[in-house]
C-alpha cells in the first residue's frame, strides 16, 4: 500500500489554518456600494428586482451613506433619477439636479470619510434611454454626446464628487472629462472609467431601478461578449486619457477579462459585481436553493481572486458588516 506523498489537506485542517494560509480575503476597505437616488420621492421606494435595494429619499441617501462609513466600507457610487427627462438629458446637467443634488447632500454628511462617487452617464436623464445624445438618424452621437459629459463631469466636481464614473462607453470621453475638469480647476477629481464595458443581460434590474425607457439596446457603444483582447484596448485607451483607475463590468461572467486587465493595468482595477449577478443570487436565495450569506461571499470572493482592487456590490455594507463580525 502506497501512501500519498503529498497532502494539500493539512492546510485545510482547521478555521484557524484556513484563515492563515487564505491567498485573498475581502476587506470593506475595498467595496463600493452603488445607491440610486429618485427626485420627489418622500419614502424610499423598493426595486422589486433587487429585493433589499432601494430608491433612496434624499434622508434615506445621507444615512445609507452614513452607515456605511460606520462600517468602513470604502466608497458609495451615486445614481439619480430624475422626474423629468428630455431628448438632451438636460437635468444631468442642472446644478440643481437630481443627482448634483445628491452628491453635496453625500458630501456634507460624510465630508471625506467615504470616497463619493458619481456616474457620468445620459441614460437615467434621456426620455429615450440611451447613454449619449441622438443624430438625426437616431444613432448615438459620439461627439456631441461628448461635450454634455465634459459640462455634466464639471457639474458633478462642483456638488464635491472625489472620482466620477463615465460609463457611457462614448470613444474619448475619458480625455473631454479630464480636459474639463482641469479646466475649471478641479485637478483633483479622479476618473474611474468603466472602460471594459459590455453589452450585457445583466443590467436588467438596474433598468427598473433607473425607470429607464430604454427601447433596444446599446450595442453600438457597449462591448460585445464575444471579445476578449478588445477589453486591454479600451482599458489602454483610458489609461492615454488620464483614468486613475479602470473597471470591469459586469463582473461575474467576465472573470477572463477582469483577470487580464488586472494583470496589465498599473492602476487601481475594480469590478462591478451588477444588478442582474445581485438579483440571481437574491432570488435562488430566497427560494431555499443556495445559502445567501455563503453565496454572497462566494462571489465577491470570487471578483477579488480574479483580480479587482476593488468591488462595486448592492451588498456593501451587508458584507461590511459581516466582515467587521469576522474579525471581531
Ligand atoms: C449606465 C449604467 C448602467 C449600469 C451602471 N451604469 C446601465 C446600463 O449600462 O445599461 C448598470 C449597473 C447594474 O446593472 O447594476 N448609466
Known amino acids: 500500500m502506497s501512501f500519498p506523498q503529498h497532502r494539500p489537506r493539512r492546510l485545510r485542517t482547521t478555521p484557524a489554518m484556513r484563515r492563515l494560509t487564505a491567498e485573498h480575503r475581502l476587506s470593506p476597505a475595498d467595496l463600493i456600494l452603488p445607491a440610486f437616488i429618485r427626485e420627489g420621492l418622500t419614502q424610499p421606494a423598493p426595486i422589486s428586482s433587487m429585493p433589499g435595494v432601494v430608491q433612496h429619499t434624499t434622508d434615506t441617501l445621507r444615512r445609507a451613506a452614513a452607515e456605511a462609513v460606520s462600517l468602513g466600507v470604502g466608497g458609495i ?6 422626474a423629468r427627462r428630455d431628448a438632451t438629458g438636460s437635468a444631468g446637467i442642472d446644478p440643481d439636479g437630481v443627482l448634483n443634488r445628491a452628491i453635496a447632500d453625500v458630501r456634507a454628511e460624510v465630508g471625506d470619510d467615504l470616497v463619493v462617487m458619481s456616474d457620468v452617464c445620459l441614460d437615467e436623464f434621456t426620455d429615450h434611454g440611451h447613454c449619449g445624445v441622438l443624430a438625426p438618424d437616431g444613432s448615438v452621437d459620439n461627439d456631441a454626446t461628448l461635450a454634455v459629459y465634459a459640462q455634466m ?3 458633478q466636481a462642483n456638488a464635491g464628487a472625489h472620482v466620477l ?23 483633483t477629481t479622479g476618473v474611474l472609467a468603466y472602460s471594459a464595458k459590455y453589452a450585457s ?19 453600438t457603444y457597449q462591448m460585445d461578449a464575444a471579445n476578449r483582447r478588445e477589453a486591454l484596448i479600451e482599458v489602454e485607451l483610458d ?30 482595477v ?6 442582474g449577478e445581485y438579483a440571481m443570487i437574491e432570488a ?8 445567501r450569506r455563503r453565496a454572497i461571499e462566494e462571489s465577491v470572493l470570487g471578483i477579488r481572486r480574479a483580480g479587482a482592487d476593488m468591488i462595486l456590490t448592492y ?8 466582515l467587521n463580525e469576522t474579525r471581531s
Open 153 to 155: 463631469a464639471v457639474e
Open 239 to 268: 489609461l492615454e486619457e488620464g483614468a486613475d483607475m479602470v473597471m470591469v463590468k459586469p463582473a461575474m461572467s467576465y472573470l477572463d477579462i477582469l483577470a487580464d486587465v488586472a494583470a496589465m493595468s498599473p492602476v487601481p
Open 77 to 82: 457610487m451615486l445614481f439619480g433619477i430624475p
Open 201 to 219: 443581460a445583466f443590467y436588467g434590474p438596474f433598468r427598473e431601478a433607473v425607470d429607464s425607457q430604454l427601447k433596444g439596446d446599446r450595442r
Open 284 to 291: 435562488a436565495a430566497a427560494n431555499g436553493w443556495i445559502d
Open 165 to 187: 464614473g463615465p460609463s457611457g462607453m462614448m470613444d474619448g470621453q475619458v480625455a473631454v472629462i479630464r480636459q474639463a475638469l482641469d479646466a475649471a480647476g478641479h485637478a
Open 270 to 275: 475594480a469590478a462591478y459585481q451588477v444588478s
Open 315 to 322: 451588498w456593501a455594507s451587508e458584507l461590511a458588516l459581516w
